[in-house]
């Protein structure tokens, strides 16, 4: 049977990313039906919110959906779709591989790191206000489920994925009492992995510090929504930007795909955009739905492509636009597999 999933290309650059991304999973022989929902800035005028309740009925009914990037303005306009989407359908748990490239120029050669984010509270709750005219108020909630929650979805990651070790990172030292109380939480939770996973706890400053003098010392991290935001933009920073970087977003009843980055709508309908962040989401949406096969088919053939250089876009070196760096790890793709030769007798 088909997967059902829905499709937001999003706005901007995103359906110039949707499209190349759709290619390059059907490529693979997995069948797929896309029911397309369109969001966005676009929608504003129609619907009163760049999320119409149709994206979410449809993200309801299909329990899978990939996403292309939808603008969110700075210091006002509407609240950020993303923000909505993940507490409207209860995505709890923001997850953001960071893996080296082959063919990326940075500083670092073997970075792999994931970070477990949860999604749902912190100042991103948006309980916010003004406190007369000249000073404004944000609150922070943290609680213990939603911090247990995201906690033992770290750990049962780490177990599911042969990683080694869970890092829980936050400023208790200065909130005792909300860092605190999500500091507590984890060690809670990790004291029913003990043997099997390895836990330690960093301070948010200290943590990005260690990260870009030693990330080969961490694996996977768990963080508030805050700080996990910011972090998880500075590992995507150690291995090439936020053009390479996936996200996925899972909840008990939906998950989202993602690219991370924004909607550079000055470079929209361009075909220079990279697609590379989208894709590689894509890989995550694979394994999600058990194609395991497939999502190593499609990293394998993005790394080769990435690491050759010269059919790539512009920001990755190469020469090529969005819908031809596709075509070129599409027939990747469609190279047969080595065959095992036989050694000596």
């Given at each position: 049977?088909?997967?059902?999933?829905?499709?937001?290309?999003?706005?901007?650059?995103?359906?110039?990313?949707?499209?190349?991304?759709?290619?390059?999973?059907?490529?693979?022989?997995?069948?797929?039906?896309?029911?397309?929902?369109?969001?966005?800035?676009?929608?504003?005028?129609?619907?009163?919110?760049?999320?119409?309740?149709?994206?979410?009925?449809?993200?309801?009914?299909?329990?899978?959906?990939?996403?292309?990037?939808?603008?969110t303005?700075?210091?006002?306009?509407?609240?950020?779709?993303?923000?909505?989407?993940?507490?409207?359908?209860?995505?709890?748990a923001?997850?953001?591989?960071?893996?080296?490239?082959?063919g990326?120029?940075?500083?670092?050669?073997?970075?792999?790191l994931?970070?477990?984010r949860?999604?749902?509270?912190?100042?991103?709750?948006g309980?916010?206000?003004m406190?007369?005219?000249?000073?404004?108020?944000?609150?922070?909630?943290?609680?213990?489920?939603?911090?247990?929650?995201?906690?033992?979805?770290?750990?049962?990651?780490?177990?599911?994925?042969?990683?080694?070790?869970?890092?829980?990172?936050?400023?208790?030292?200065?909130?005792?009492?909300?860092?605190?109380?999500?500091?507590?939480?984890?060690?809670?939770?990790?004291?029913?992995?003990?043997?099997?996973?390895?836990?330690?706890?960093?301070?948010?400053?200290?943590?990005?510090?260690q990260l870009?003098?030693?990330?080969?010392?961490?694996?996977?991290m768990?963080?508030?929504?805050?700080?996990?935001?910011i972090?998880?933009?500075?590992?995507?920073?150690?291995?090439?930007?936020?053009?390479?970087?996936?996200?996925?977003?899972?909840?008990?009843?939906?998950?989202?795909?993602?690219?991370?980055?924004?909607?550079?709508?000055?470079?929209?309908?361009?075909?220079?955009?990279?697609?590379?962040?989208?894709?590689?989401?894509?890989?995550?949406?694979l394994?999600?739905?058990?194609?395991?096969?497939?999502?190593?088919?499609?990293?394998?053939?993005?790394?080769?492509?990435?690491?050759?250089?010269?059919?790539?876009?512009?920001?990755l070196?190469?020469?090529?636009?969005?819908?031809?760096?596709?075509?070129?790890?599409?027939?990747?793709?469609?190279?047969?597999?080595?065959?095992?030769?036989a050694?000596?007798?």
């Amino acid at each position: 049977m088909a997967h059902r999933v829905t499709l937001i290309p999003g706005d901007g650059i995103g359906p110039e990313l949707a499209e190349a991304t759709r290619r390059v999973l059907e490529a693979t022989g997995v069948p797929f039906e896309w029911e397309v929902q369109e969001a966005g800035e676009a929608m504003i005028a129609e619907h009163g919110t760049p999320l119409p309740e149709a994206v979410l009925e449809s993200i309801r009914r299909n329990k899978v959906a990939l996403k292309g990037p939808i603008t969110t303005p700075v210091g006002g306009g509407f609240r950020s779709a993303n923000v909505t989407l993940r507490q409207a359908l209860g995505l709890y748990a923001n997850v953001r591989p960071a893996r080296s490239m082959k063919g990326l120029d940075t500083r670092y050669e073997d970075v792999d790191l994931v970070i477990v984010r949860e999604n749902t509270e912190d100042l991103y709750a948006g309980i916010e206000h003004m406190v007369g005219p000249d000073a404004a108020e944000s609150i922070k909630i943290i609680t213990r489920a939603a911090s247990e929650r995201i906690a033992r979805y770290a750990f049962d990651y780490a177990v599911a994925n042969g990683r080694r070790k869970v890092t829980a990172v936050h400023k208790a030292n200065i909130m005792k009492l909300s860092d605190g109380l999500f500091l507590e939480s984890c060690r809670t939770i990790a004291a029913d992995y003990d043997g099997r996973i390895e836990f330690e706890d960093r301070i948010v400053d200290n943590m990005c510090m260690q990260l870009v003098q030693k990330p080969e010392l961490y694996d996977v991290m768990v963080l508030p929504n805050l700080y996990g935001d910011i972090v998880s933009d500075l590992c995507a920073g150690l291995v090439g930007g936020l053009g390479v970087a996936p996200g996925a977003n899972i909840g008990t009843e939906a998950a989202v795909f993602e690219a991370v980055h924004g909607s550079a709508p000055k470079y929209a309908g361009l075909n220079k955009a990279n697609p590379t962040a989208l894709i590689l989401s894509g890989v995550l949406m694979l394994r999600h739905l058990g194609e395991q096969t497939a999502a190593e088919q499609v990293e394998t053939a993005l790394r080769t492509t990435v690491a050759e250089g010269h059919r790539t876009t512009y920001d990755l070196g190469g020469e090529s636009g969005t819908s031809q760096f596709a075509d070129a790890i599409i027939e990747r793709l469609a190279e047969p597999a080595p065959t095992a030769t036989a050694g000596p007798a």
